[in-house]
T-cell receptor
Framework: QKEVEQDPGPLSVPEGAIVSLNCTYS??????FMWYRQYSRKGPELLMY????GNKEDGRFTAQVDKSSKYISLFIRDSQPSDSATYLC??????????FGPGTRLSVLP | KAGVTQTPRYLIKTRGQQVTLSCSPI?????VSWYQQTPGQGLQFLFE???????NKGNFPGRFSGRQFSNSRSEMNVSTLELGDSALYLC????????????FGNGTRLTVT
């Protein structure tokens, strides 16, 4: 079993839909959680960063962490075609390198 | 503020050769991490350097090595290239605090023929 699991997709949604992206993890020592967006032929771009259970909102993006269930989510409201990309979750333990999920490919259709 | 800069963007090498990739971190960032990204394995951690010292290392063979200079710029070297080394190599920088998120460059696409 991999440390971080993520549905690879592809996930296709119509423009304006609410998108839910999820990751599960097996190591309860993970404390820091991030979401990245990666466009084709580009490096990952940091979207959200959190270290506590609960919700964190930034514009159209909401990151949710449930440490008791070892489950994190990223919600995208009013999705746009420009949101079409691969979304990567990442997490780490104190003092250790970040471990990435395999990524979910998202397509937002106009 | 300029982002993380990686050079070159593309490289084509032959099996058995060696290659050096370069990374300039965001100004003020003291930590540089290197990742290998492939379609099958995703992002895999190679190593991290902080203040010219390797602080963490992933599970890659000794053919993969790196170093960091006093200005925080970093280089990664792969010797005796194999076909399986074809990948996108990503460099990420951070201020270096334990909970600092990573900021990535656009990577170097290495193709080994």
């Amino acid at each position: 079993q991999k440390e971080v699991e993520q549905d690879p997709g592809p996930l296709s949604v119509p423009e304006g839909a609410i998108v839910s992206l999820n990751c599960t993890y097996s190591n309860s020592a993970f404390q820091y959680f991030m979401w990245y967006r990666q466009y084709s032929r580009k490096g990952p771009e940091l979207l959200m960063y959190t270290y506590s259970s609960g919700n964190k909102e930034d514009g159209r993006f909401t990151a949710q962490v449930d440490k008791s269930s070892k489950y994190i989510s990223l919600f995208i409201r009013d999705s746009q075609p420009s949101d079409s990309a691969t979304y990567l979750c990442a997490m780490s333990k104190y003092g250790q390198n970040f471990v990435f999920g395999p990524g979910t490919r998202l397509s937002v259709l106009p | 503020k300029a982002g993380v800069t990686q050079t070159p963007r593309y490289l084509i090498k032959t099996r058995g050769q060696q290659v050096t990739l370069s990374c300039s971190p965001i100004s003020g960032h003291r930590s540089v991490s290197w990742y290998q990204q492939t379609p099958g394995q995703g992002l895999q951690f190679l190593f991290e350097y902080f203040s010219e010292t390797q602080r963490n290392k992933g599970n890659f063979p000794g053919r993969f090595s790196g170093r960091q200079f006093s200005n925080s710029r970093s280089e990664m070297n792969v010797s005796t290239l194999e076909l399986g080394d074809s990948a996108l190599y990503l460099c990420a920088s951070s201020p270096g605090h334990t909970d600092s998120p990573l900021h990535f460059g656009n990577g170097t696409r290495l193709t080994v023929t």
